[in-house]
C-alpha cells in the first residue's frame, strides 16, 4: 500500500542553520509528492509540491527533490527563521483502484531558536 | 478567494450531545475532505466527497459519526452523541479535480467534549 514516512522531531536549530527533514515513501505508480505546513492554530498550507521523477519543488527558501531511485523528497533549507517554527508534513497523492488516496505523515515540529 | 470556511472554531459541549460541524469548500473544487487531528494519532482522514458523493468513508470511527454534503457549497460533520476521546481538531480541506492539485485545508474547529 501507500505509506509515507518521515523522520521524528522534535528539531530544534538555532537561526540561520541548515535544515533537513527527511521523508520516504511506499507507493504503486506514480505518485505526487507535497510538503505542507501548519503553524500554531492553524490549517497546513501548501509548501511545495513535485509531480514527477527528478522534479524540485521550491517555496520561500525551501526545496524537496523527487527521487524515485531512493523513494525520498527530503526538505531542506539553506538558513533557517525563528519564523520557520512550525510542523511540516510530508505527503503523496496517488489514485489506487479508482480510489484517490492523499496520504500524510506524521509530522515534524521544527523549532528555531533566535 | 476567501479559502475554506469552517465553522465555529471552537466548540465545548458535554458527552452525550449532538455536534455538528460545518464546512464550505473553495468554490469550484469538486474534492471535500474531513480530517481529524490529535496529538496520538496525527491526522486522520475520515471522509472525502467527490462531486458531492461520498466516496470513501472507512475512516469514520464509528457510527455516531456521519457527514453529509447536500450541494457543491457546504458540507457536515456530525457527531451523536459526542464522547470525551472525540476531542481533535477537526479540519474540511477541498480541492479541484485537476490531477496533481494540492488540498486547500480550513482553519479547523477545535472540539472539547467534557
Known amino acids: 500500500g501507500n505509506s509515507v514516512t518521515q523522520m521524528e522531531g522534535p528539531v530544534t536549530l538555532s537561526e540561520e542553520a541548515f535544515l533537513t527533514i527527511n521523508c520516504t515513501y511506499t507507493a504503486t505508480g506514480y505518485p505526487s509528492l507535497f510538503w505542507y505546513v501548519q503553524y500554531p492554530g492553524e490549517g497546513l498550507q501548501l509548501l511545495l509540491k513535485?509531480?514527477?521523477?527528478?522534479d524540485k519543488g521550491s517555496n520561500k527558501g525551501f526545496e524537496a527533490t523527487y527521487r524515485k531511485e531512493t523513494t525520498s523528497f527530503h526538505l531542506e533549507k539553506g538558513s533557517v527563521q525563528v519564523s520557520d517554527s512550525a510542523v511540516y508534513f510530508c505527503?503523496?497523492?496517488?489514485?489506487?483502484?479508482?480510489?484517490?488516496?492523499?496520504?500524510f505523515g506524521t509530522g515534524t515540529r521544527l523549532k528555531v531558536l533566535a | 478567494d476567501a479559502g475554506v470556511i469552517q465553522s465555529p472554531r471552537h466548540e465545548v459541549t458535554e458527552m452525550g450531545q449532538e455536534v455538528t460541524l460545518r464546512c464550505k469548500p473553495i468554490s469550484g473544487h469538486d474534492y471535500l475532505f474531513w480530517y481529524r487531528q490529535t496529538m496520538m494519532r496525527g491526522l486522520e482522514l475520515l471522509i472525502y466527497?467527490?462531486?458531492?458523493?461520498?466516496?470513501?468513508d472507512s475512516g469514520m470511527p464509528e457510527d455516531r459519526f456521519s457527514a453529509k454534503m447536500p450541494n457543491a457549497s457546504f458540507s457536515t460533520l456530525k457527531i451523536q452523541p459526542s464522547e470525551p476521546r472525540d476531542s481533535a481538531v477537526y479540519f474540511c480541506?477541498?480541492?479541484?479535480?485537476?490531477?496533481?492539485?494540492?488540498?486547500?485545508f480550513g482553519n479547523g474547529t477545535r472540539l472539547t467534549v467534557t
Open positions: 513535485a509531480t514527477k521523477a527528478d
Open positions: 480541506a477541498s480541492r479541484a479535480e485537476t490531477d496533481n492539485s494540492p488540498l486547500h
Open positions: 505527503a503523496l497523492s496517488a489514485t489506487t483502484s479508482g480510489t484517490y488516496k492523499y496520504i
Open positions: 466527497f467527490n462531486n458531492n458523493v461520498p466516496i470513501d
